[in-house]
């Protein structure tokens, strides 16, 4: 085995299909997070394009390890690494809420990055149709029933009060 041997492991998934794999990955946590950023939340842009690219080479790593051990005649467990996504996620999103006199915010950012690592971990195992239409339901919730919140509510502050103000 020669030098360049070592880092040219062949892939089960064609090169090209995993290049494709992240960039849509980062595209669509990319999208969530310009919402977020364009309202001065704390996870924004690159947050949401790191989990969401993060959560695909989670899960194109799976499948290169489950495909290598069906060779061996040994069995791996996908779910498993969705687990280990949604837990680290979960993690992430929960520093992003805030408790402070009774008062909670951050939801929406904390829940967005847990949407942001599932639409990656669904890009990584190639469920684009899914992914593009998770990420396009996350765009009516944040963007359209915000401001139908607002209408109901006007209490509620543009900000919104699940919310990290800046």
């Known amino acids: 085995m020669n030098t360049l041997d070592f880092f040219l492991v062949r892939t089960a998934i064609p090169e090209w299909q995993i290049i494709g794999r992240l960039v849509i990955a980062l595209l669509l946590g990319g999208a969530i997070g310009f919402d977020r950023e364009v309202k001065n939340r704390p996870a924004g842009l690159r947050t949401h394009m790191l989990i969401a690219l993060a959560a695909a080479i989670f899960s194109i790593t799976t499948l290169e390890i489950v495909a290598g051990m069906e060779k061996t005649g040994h069995a791996a467990d996908p779910?498993?690494?969705?687990?280990?996504?949604?837990?680290?996620?979960?993690?992430?999103?929960?520093?992003?809420?805030?408790?402070?006199?009774?008062?909670i915010s951050g939801l929406t950012t904390g829940a967005s990055m847990w949407l942001a690592g599932?639409?990656?971990?669904?890009?990584?195992?190639g469920f684009f149709s899914i992914a593009v239409l998770a990420t396009a339901l996350a765009l009516i919730v944040l963007v359209w029933l915000q401001s139908l919140s607002e209408k109901i509510n006007p209490a509620v502050s543009p900000v919104g009060k699940n919310d990290v103000k800046p």
């Open 79 to 103: 779910i498993r690494a969705i687990e280990a996504v949604t837990a680290g996620v979960a993690f992430l999103a929960a520093g992003s809420i805030i408790q402070s006199r009774a008062q």
């Open 118 to 125: 599932a639409i990656g971990v669904a890009c990584g195992f």
